[in-house]
């Protein structure tokens, strides 16, 4: 296998087993799926603070629990302090002594934002909805990881992020277009989604530029080491975070055409 597919193998394994879990969990709902988006945002805050503050393991340790445990507790009992208590993550890191302070809080709400919308979009709209979100994200790196390599070509934004290029971007906008396409020929959605995907699609690549800024800024390649061929939890689902954000903003101006 040459060096251009050398991680493979390695990605699609591991991606087998993100994808059997989170679809047992997905069609679960409810407490179970909550556990895991209360998991998979904690380990994420952890890594973030990590990265911007590579010399205090224990508050990072700490800052994971806390992002976890208050997004478990504010989404199992919801109601008016929900927000405020979300936000208490952020501020914690905004207040610990670290690189790029405001941005690391920026993209740590970004992250508890992300954890509060896809429990909220899986109780209220349902599996459909879910799936569509986890579509894009998928379709899109999946057709960036392949034609960006077949293709290659200009860089997308070679100071952040040397390896995409603008062909492996486009095609992630032209397949989620085509997932969107797809769910509204299957009547699971409206016709916007045509539309509203590809935009869906660059919020997740603004999430996974974001993150390799951060890392480049860390000096590191990987946010840590917990998934082979992927790095970390934060490598895996920065574009899903980006994604989620654009997708509760949507959810507040319009009535998002998918699910119930």
């Keep these: 296998m040459s060096a251009r597919w050398g991680d493979l193998r390695a990605r699609v394994i591991s991606a087998a087993v993100m994808l059997a879990v989170g679809a047992v969990e997905i069609w679960l709902g409810g407490v179970w799926f909550l556990l895991l988006v209360a998991v998979l945002i904690g380990v994420m805050i952890w890594e973030l603070s990590r990265l911007t503050a590579p010399d ?8 994971g629990v806390l992002a976890a445990a208050v997004l478990a507790l504010a989404e199992a009992v919801p109601g008016v302090l929900t927000v405020a208590a979300l936000a ?6 905004l207040a610990s002594p670290r690189r790029d302070r405001v941005i690391a809080a920026g993209f740590a709400a970004a ?6 919308g896809l429990f909220v979009l899986r ?3 349902g599996v459909v909805a879910i799936l569509w979100v986890l579509g894009i994200v998928i379709v ?12 290659g070509g200009p860089k997308f934004w070679p100071a ?4 995409k290029t603008w062909s492996g971007t486009v095609a992630g906008w032209i397949g989620a277009a085509m ?37 480049r ?34 959810r507040v101006l319009m009535t998002l055409p998918v699910g119930g």
């Design 56 to 63: 205090a393991p224990g508050v990072a340790v700490g800052l």
């Design 160 to 163: 952040i992020s040397p390896k």
């Design 179 to 215: 997932l969107g396409y797809g769910f509204w020929v299957q009547g699971l959605g409206g016709a916007a989604l045509i539309w509203l995907s590809p935009l869906i699609a660059l919020a997740g690549q603004t999430g996974d530029i974001a993150e390799s800024w951060i890392k």
């Design 88 to 93: 208490l993550p952020v501020l914690a890191v």
């Design 217 to 250: 800024r860390a000096g590191v390649k990987d946010a840590s080491s917990l998934i082979p061929g992927h790095g970390g939890v934060m490598d895996r689902f920065d574009a899903l975070v980006g994604a989620m954000v654009v997708v509760m903003a949507a």
């Design 123 to 125: 109780e209220e709209a």
């Design 140 to 151: 899109s790196d999946v057709a960036g990881y392949f034609v960006g390599r077949l293709v």
């Design 111 to 116: 992250v508890m934002l992300a954890g509060h």
